[in-house]
């Protein structure tokens, strides 16, 4: 039985197909409206046929388009890996947002997932733009495990990952395609984390890196992954013999030819440096770029605790401590951070609140 087409889920799932179409940016709109956390989108087709520059085009369409209408929305595109199809590693998702035209094409799709015990997975009917090639199944147990060409069985890549964006998750899912066997992440810790603005507010490497896998495994799960801390620009990639190609954004490429040039001189293979463009317009200033310090600056003032209310009515768990500093903050109050330069206002604003 179809969810009401007033309902609204917290995780949505939405098929795509993997050529573009006029009506994708009209399909995409309508399923952020009613998936409030997190969006999947499977892109169905023969990926194998595609070139990566071409991927990577299609894959930067979707995620420009759900970072600019839908800011606050996770979007994750689902990419070629073992029973990718069925969207095996969505498995937070609570609906498939299809249309009418779409029912029996999307019906036989949850049957399949039953037959593989895979979770339940409501149906949310909904007045969407659908092409015809959506009417039925753009993708089999075959063709959901084929990759572009140009793969490499052994790629790295670093970054700080901090608050995680559509620019990473465009980064990170090239990479993912690219790589047959394992991904290796360097993320920075310590001496390179202190030129960063606000990094008062920075998640720890633990954290980090825990949301990292969770993403990554979600995006494709047939890759092995390896996330470590590094301290130095090079980490891993200047030492391990296995590499094959590392993956940088426009604004590192640079950082790219200088691990080759260490690695000639440790007599090791260069790296074929994979360039992925950056989310966002072309000709977007700094201030505008889809980045971690953006969203560092726009967390400042907000309410970092858990919502006791809305994880009530999502069925989540709340934990005592988190509950009673929701109910009963004399008893145990919240911890109020404040952060920034030089006669920036701190005293002022710490005399303020002792007040109150």
């Known amino acids: 039985m179809p969810l009401p087409a007033s309902s609204s889920v917290r995780v949505g799932l939405i098929r795509m197909q993997l050529e573009a179409n006029e009506q994708d940016s009209?399909?995409?709109?309508?399923?952020?409206?009613?998936?409030?956390?997190?969006?999947?989108?499977?892109?169905?087709?023969?990926?194998?046929q595609q070139s990566r520059s071409a991927i990577q085009g299609r894959l930067k369409f979707i995620y420009d388009l759900l970072s600019l209408s839908a800011p606050r929305l996770d979007a994750r595109v689902l990419l070629p890996s073992e029973e990718?199809?069925?969207?095996r590693s969505a498995e937070d998702a609570e609906a498939i947002i299809c249309c009418k035209e779409e029912e029996d094409c999307v019906d036989r799709w949850m049957e399949r997932r039953t037959e593989r015990r895979l979770p339940a997975m409501q149906k949310l009917l909904l007045d969407l733009p659908c092409c015809s090639s959506l009417t039925s199944l753009g993708w089999d147990e075959?063709?959901?495990?084929?990759l572009p060409p140009g793969n490499f069985q052994h790629v790295v890549l670093g970054g700080t990952f901090d608050r995680i964006h559509a620019g990473h998750k465009l980064l990170l899912s090239m990479t993912c395609v690219c790589a047959s066997e394992r991904v290796l992440i360097g993320v920075s810790t310590g001496p390179l984390l202190e030129g960063k603005t606000m990094r008062d507010v920075m998640q720890p490497f633990e954290q980090r890196q825990v949301r990292l896998l969770q993403l990554l495994q979600s995006l494709r799960d047939s890759v092995?992954?390896?996330?470590?801390?590094?301290?130095d620009p090079f980490g891993p990639s200047i030492?391990?013999?296995?590499?094959?190609?590392i993956v940088v954004s426009r604004e590192t490429e640079r950082g790219g030819h200088s691990v080759n040039k260490r690695r000639v001189d440790r007599n090791l293979n260069e790296l074929v440096v994979d360039v992925v463009d950056l989310v966002g317009p072309e000709d977007a200033d700094d201030s505008?770029?889809?980045?971690?310090?953006?969203?560092?600056?726009?967390?400042l003032g907000s309410f970092n605790g858990a919502d006791v209310n809305s994880l009530c009515r999502?069925?989540?768990?709340?934990?005592?401590?988190?509950?009673?500093?929701?109910?009963?903050?004399?008893?145990?109050?919240y911890i109020v951070g404040l952060t920034g330069g030089i006669a920036s206002g701190k005293s002022?604003?710490?005399?303020?609140?002792k007040e109150e």
Not at 34 to 40: F, G, W
Not at 348 to 353: N, Y
């Open 26 to 48: 009209a399909r995409m709109r309508r399923a952020a409206d009613v998936a409030h956390d997190r969006l999947y989108i499977l892109l169905e087709g023969d990926w194998s």
């Open 84 to 87: 990718a199809w069925l969207a």
């Open 142 to 146: 075959g063709t959901c495990m084929l």
């Open 224 to 231: 092995r992954y390896e996330i470590v801390p590094i301290s």
């Open 239 to 245: 030492v391990d013999e296995q590499l094959q190609c």
């Open 288 to 299: 505008n770029k889809m980045s971690s310090t953006m969203l560092r600056r726009t967390m």
């Open 314 to 333: 999502q069925g989540g768990e709340v934990g005592e401590e988190e509950f009673v500093r929701c109910t009963s903050p004399d008893v145990l109050p």
């Open 348 to 353: 002022t604003i710490s005399r303020m609140l």
